[in-house]
């Protein structure tokens, strides 16, 4: 869990510092990774990284009362982002959701460095999303689909079958 956690924070402040001109932020530093980790969007990865490590323990006692913190602190932040990721998602480390609200990622596979805009959606019949991939927003991975490495999904694309790599 802390490992792809680490990644995902790595991966949004090295989006943020190659979106933003001359500043503080550029030089990086504790406020750089402290305004990151207050983003909205850093807590649904957060949220999800702790409710499938969660989901994975072992030990029948603390699973159920961790898991039990898990589901409450993901719905929470549901709530209050409108990003549902699905505990059940098997997602690589470099997971960013670079706008949050609208976004549905159900229970698939997903590799490393992915980005997510609004209103995506990434069905649960899906049969996986290769590594580095972008999805803009409004984009839809529906039915049994499978997205290769190094992808772009365009704008309000809807996605129904089979997209190669590069």
């Given at each position: ?43 649904s ?33 549901e ?31 997903i ?20 590594d580095n ?34």
């Amino acid at each position: 869990m802390f490992e792809n956690l680490r990644a995902d924070i790595a991966r949004a402040k090295w989006d943020r510092v190659g979106t933003l001109s001359q500043g503080v932020w550029k030089r990086g530093g504790w406020t750089h990774t402290l305004r990151v980790l207050l983003a909205q969007n850093t807590w649904s990865v957060i949220a999800y990284r702790f409710s499938h490590w969660a989901e994975n323990i072992r030990i029948p006692v603390v699973r159920h009362l961790v898991l039990l913190v898990a589901v409450i602190f993901q719905r929470w932040v549901e709530l209050w982002n409108g990003v549902f990721i699905s505990r059940d998602a098997e997602i690589g480390p470099g997971l960013v959701v670079h706008t949050p609200y609208g976004v549905c990622i159900g229970p698939t596979r997903i590799g490393s460095n992915c980005t997510v805009g609004t209103g995506v959606l990434i069905s649960g019949g899906s049969r996986g999303v290769g590594d580095n991939v972008y999805f803009g927003p409004g984009a839809k991975l529906i039915g049994d689909a499978k997205i290769g490495n190094n992808v772009v999904i365009l704008a309000n694309s809807t996605v129904i079958t089979d997209v190669g790599d590069n």
